[in-house]
């Protein structure tokens, strides 16, 4: 994250056990140990530091402060360091969105941290990501009152104009020498899984569009399905590989028709209904 021999920026961390390891490198070998900084944050342990730094152990909200103060922490920077770790420690999305909320607040992190908040917004609305696709269709136009007419459903002149904007520093869509605007890359993919606070947003606002084409999409027009299985451990693992390989394989279909014309969105989700006979089996979940 940063130079080892200069103080890491707590600002540029998503991940406050990485800060601290970081900081701990930076230190170490000048008079810092985790002796002393457990006499710094006032800790019974002189290895609860590395017991934190190893994901063994967590930090209350007091404790937070104390670790930012014995880092060197004030203001702002100390503040940040509690929302981060309120942020690593969150149980629930609903939790983690709020402290990535408080983040952003933040006027340095807003500086040092512009790509990941341009990544976050092209998963924070349905319609970059559409957009994006719709640049690969002839006749896609750069212009914002055009993109705005051809979603479903429509979206404001600026809200178009911005979606522009942060695809094109994303370096997804690209200007081309004759002034048009197209797709950089064939796609773009997140992984098989990911748990990334945007793409969890992402995935929420897509599964919303879903549930609302039930009633604003014809029927001939989409394709709303489920099915509801039994499988055991290995039969749950072979089903992932093969919807990941389905994914795969409709991309390749993408790319490979002549004449995109129209934005589809299909959404593919995969959860219990029950729990494993082993929990079942060993008393309460």
Not at 104 to 125: I, M, N, P, W
Request: proline share 4%.
């Amino acid at each position: 994250m940063g130079k080892l021999d200069a103080a890491p920026d707590v600002f540029a961390y998503l991940d406050y056990r990485a800060f601290l390891r970081d900081h701990y490198e930076s230190r170490k070998g000048r008079g810092f140990s985790f002796r002393a900084f457990a006499r710094k944050a006032n800790l019974g342990s002189p290895n609860y530091l590395k017991l934190v730094m190893d994901g063994e152990r967590n930090l209350s909200g007091p404790m937070a402060a104390r670790f930012a103060k014995a880092c060197g922490l004030e203001g702002d920077a100390a503040a940040y360091f509690e929302d981060l770790v309120q942020l690593g420690q969150a149980r629930t999305s609903t939790e983690r969105a709020a402290a990535y909320d408080r983040l952003k607040g933040f006027r340095r992190y807003r500086s040092v941290q512009k790509l990941e908040l341009d990544h976050a917004e092209y998963h924070s609305t349905w319609y970059l990501p559409a957009i994006r696709e719709l640049a690969a269709r002839e006749g896609f136009r750069a212009d914002p009152a055009w993109i705005a007419r051809a979603l479903r459903p429509r979206i404001s002149v600026a809200e178009a104009r911005r979606a522009l904007e942060t695809l094109l520093r994303l370096g997804l869509l690209t200007r081309r020498e004759d002034g048009s605007v197209r797709r950089a890359q064939a796609h773009v993919t997140t992984g098989p899984e990911t748990s990334g606070l945007h793409i969890t947003r992402y995935h929420r606002m897509m599964m919303e569009r879903a549930s609302e084409a039930i009633d604003r999409v014809p029927a001939a027009e989409r394709d709303i399905s489920s099915l509801t299985l039994c499988l055991g451990p290995s039969g749950l693992a072979d089903l992932k590989r093969r919807v990941q390989a389905f994914r795969r394989e409709l991309l390749d279909l993408s790319e490979q028709d002549p004449a995109p014309d129209q934005v589809v969105q299909l959404n593919m989700q995969l959860f219990p209904l029950s729990h494993a006979s082993s929990v079942e089996d060993g008393g309460d979940a």
